[in-house]
Each structure stands twice: as structure tokens, then as C-alpha cells.
């Protein structure tokens, strides 16, 4: 196993390191460090750019806090096209920072030099290429659902997984694991792959020729996080649906 | 590592990548042209459409995705070894 995680490792600027982590022990616990470090500095950024968007608020807003509007505009009609008009505006919150947090992460991952700080084993990279941020996150909305469809229909909901016809219920049971398994493998597998095809490519040749790639990258790491988020409203506004026959959302 | 597991190891990668292509491969093909024959008739509606295509092949890509991580879990993390 060391050998292979390793075999990318022969170039002096490709350097690819798959399943080594820094190791910080918490009690019983081993916990990785690099992802922690990393995640710690995306939170940062997004706190000082949202202090930074808010100390002075201006009836015409300018510089970041336009800028600021301008995201949370675009992640409350998000939010809106999948939840409907009548429930989303709770939801804006938790929809708008998984998406902040999964963009910043993937965009700093592949944008921030990380490979400037040495660390003894492991590397920064982007906190959603280690499974257990996405694992974490996904089982975040999964909560998330639970809660908006317990809240709005109380034990009703779980009748509804019967809805059509009965013969629904194991799929729709199944299907609750499925959700958060499928989001959290999705956003982990592409950044990783993304990772992982930039670092072939740069220990193949070396100058200019990764770039597209890099590009294309940054292309699909916005994407996830736009899909990330999307997914996790579209879960939360069916499990607040009513299928009770009155259509009057 | 015994040599026959990281034999059959490198072997189920290439195959779980590789056959885990075809399928998202074809969909993403047929979603694309559709796509465009869209567009063709309908020039106006060309943003909506690349926005709907673009979630869509997301969500195809993912599959060879699933097929990728198992493909690294059998290279980097390999359970038998």
C-alpha cells in the first residue's frame, strides 16, 4: 500500500500523497489534522469576507458588499426554485452555507499554494477531497430533512413513505440511505479526481499543458458545490411537501 | 502485499473506472445533443437549457465517479491487503 500511494511521488514539484494523513490524537481519537488546518482556513475567509461585507452597510451597496448581496441572492432564488416560496426563507441559511463552504474549500483548494507549507506527513489540500468532510456534511442534510419533514407533518411524514402505494416503502427507506451515501461520494470523488488528474498531468509535463485541465477543475469544483447545494434543498423541500391532495403550494 | 491481490487489485480498477465509463459516456452524449437540438430550435431559451444540461451532466458524471472511488479505494486503501 505504501508503495503505491508513493509511486506519484518521484518528481520533485508532483507530488500526490492518497491516504497519508497528519495525525493529531484527541483522547482516543486520530483525527486529520491537514483537513482540519484547512477547513479552519476557509471558515476564516468566509468570516472575514462576510465582516468585511457587513461593518458598514449602505443603502447603495459598493465593493464587497454588493458582492455579498449578489451571492446571497443567488442562493436564496436557490433555495427558492427548490423548496417554494412559501417555506424557503428558513432554509436560505443552511442551503447558502453548504454552498459557501464547499465552494471556498474546493476554489482554495486548488487556488491557495498549499504546497508552500510543509507538514510532516499528509498535505493541506481542499477539506472536501477527505471523506469524512463530506461524509460530515451530507449527514448534515440528511438531518436536516428529517427535521423539516418531522417539524411540518409530525409523524405523518413517515406515512407519507407510503405515499403512492405501499409497495414504496423500501425504497423510500432505502433511499434515505442512498441520499446522503451518494452526496458524500459525489463531492469526494470529484475533487479527488480533479486532484489526482492535475498532479498526473503535472508529473507528466511539468509547464503550461495542466492548466486546461486546472480550469476545467475550477469549473467542476463550482459545480459540485452548486449541485451539493441544490441536492440538499431539493431533499429538504420534498420532504416538506404535501401529498395530501391539496396542490395549493 | 500478496502479488495475486494487488494484481487482481490494479486489474478491478481499471475495470471499475473503464466500464464505470460507458454508461455516463452515452447518457452525457445523448443529454449533449438533445441539448443542442434544443437550442437549435429555440435559440432564446439557449441559457436555461446550458444551466438544466449542465446539473444534468453533473449528476452522470457522478457515476463514473462511484466507480473512481472504488477504483482508489482498491489502489490507496486497499482493504485486503
Known amino acids: ?249 | 502485499m500478496d502479488p495475486l491481490v494487488s494484481a487482481a487489485s490494479v486489474l478491478a480498477a481499471a475495470l471499475a473506472v473503464g466500464l464505470g465509463a460507458i454508461g455516463p459516456g452515452i447518457g452525457q452524449g445523448n443529454a449533449a445533443g438533445q441539448a443542442v437540438e434544443g437550442i437549435a430550435r429555440q435559440p432564446e431559451a439557449e441559457g436555461k437549457i446550458r444551466g438544466t444540461l449542465l446539473l444534468s451532466l453533473a449528476f452522470m458524471e457522478a457515476l463514473t465517479i462511484y466507480g473512481l472511488v472504488v477504483a482508489l479505494v482498491l489502489l490507496f486503501a486497499n482493504p485486503f491487503s
Open chain 1, 1 to 249: 500500500m505504501l508503495n503505491v500511494s508513493n509511486v506519484l511521488n518521484s518528481g520533485l514539484i508532483a507530488e500526490l500523497e492518497v491516504g497519508q494523513h497528519f495525525y493529531w490524537h484527541l483522547g482516543n481519537f486520530k483525527i486529520h489534522g491537514q483537513v482540519f488546518m484547512a477547513s479552519w482556513i476557509v471558515i476564516a475567509a468566509l468570516l472575514i469576507a462576510s465582516i468585511l461585507a457587513t461593518r458598514n452597510v449602505q443603502r447603495v451597496p459598493s465593493g464587497m458588499q454588493n458582492f455579498m448581496e449578489y451571492a446571497l441572492e443567488f442562493l436564496r432564488d436557490l433555495t427558492r426554485t427548490q423548496i417554494g416560496e412559501k417555506e424557503y426563507r428558513a432554509w436560505v441559511p443552511f442551503v447558502g452555507t453548504l454552498f459557501l463552504f464547499i465552494f471556498v474549500s474546493n476554489w482554495g483548494g486548488a487556488l491557495i499554494p498549499w504546497k508552500l507549507v510543509e507538514l510532516p506527513s499528509g498535505e493541506l489540500a481542499a477539506p472536501t477531497n477527505d471523506i469524512n468532510t463530506t461524509v460530515a456534511l451530507a449527514l448534515l442534510t440528511s438531518v436536516a430533512y428529517f427535521y423539516a419533514g418531522l417539524s411540518r407533518k409530525g409523524l405523518g411524514y413517515f406515512a407519507d413513505y407510503a405515499q403512492p402505494t405501499p409497495i414504496m416503502v423500501p425504497f423510500k427507506i432505502i433511499e434515505d440511505f442512498t441520499k446522503p451515501l451518494s452526496l458524500s461520494f459525489r463531492l469526494f470523488g470529484n475533487i479527488l479526481a480533479d486532484e489526482l488528474v492535475v498532479a498526473v498531468l503535472v508529473f507528466l509535463v511539468p509547464l503550461i499543458v495542466p492548466i486546461p485541465l486546472m480550469i476545467l477543475g475550477l469549473f467542476t469544483s463550482a459545480i459540485q458545490a452548486l449541485i451539493f447545494a441544490t441536492l440538499a434543498a431539493s431533499y429538504i423541500g420534498e420532504a416538506m411537501e404535501d401529498h395530501h391532495g391539496g396542490e395549493h403550494e
